[in-house]
């Protein structure tokens, strides 16, 4: 499996982004998807997940009612919705697939497969 993460930018604060993972797999719809990011100096933080086929969505405090994953089956797509964009959101991010299962998709350690990161930077 490989992800391949793109659109992200340098935006003002209150700008939108979305960014697109795509990934190379046969069976697309069954893969769980969740988006992380890692700002210098901190770890790795969880942002988004969608379960398989997008059964469930789960995001972290910070990003709810501002960003939304959702997927393509046809384009074995996930996306990543931006809203709203705060200087905190300045960061890589990266998506990440997981082969089986759908609990726990708020642990990085959970996943299987990432992407190669994509920097958000927003300014104030």
């Known amino acids: 499996v490989q992800l391949q993460a793109s659109g992200g930018g340098l935006v003002q604060a209150g700008a939108s982004l979305r960014l697109s993972c795509a990934a190379s797999?046969?069976?697309?719809?069954?893969?769980?998807f969740g988006w992380f990011r890692q700002a210098p100096g901190k770890e790795r933080e969880f942002v988004a997940a969608e379960g398989w086929s997008g059964s469930s969505s789960y995001y972290a405090d910070s990003v709810k009612g501002r960003f939304t994953i959702s997927r393509d089956n046809a384009k074995n797509t996930v996306y990543l919705q931006m809203s709203n964009l705060k200087p905190d959101d300045t960061a890589v991010y990266y998506c990440?697939?997981?082969?089986?299962?759908?609990?726990?998709?708020?642990?990085?350690?959970?996943?299987?497969?990432w992407g190669q990161g994509t920097q958000v930077t927003v300014s104030s």
């Open positions: 990440a697939a997981r082969s089986f299962g759908s609990e726990g998709l708020s642990d990085y350690r959970n996943y299987d497969y």
């Open positions: 797999v046969r069976t697309f719809s069954q893969y769980p």
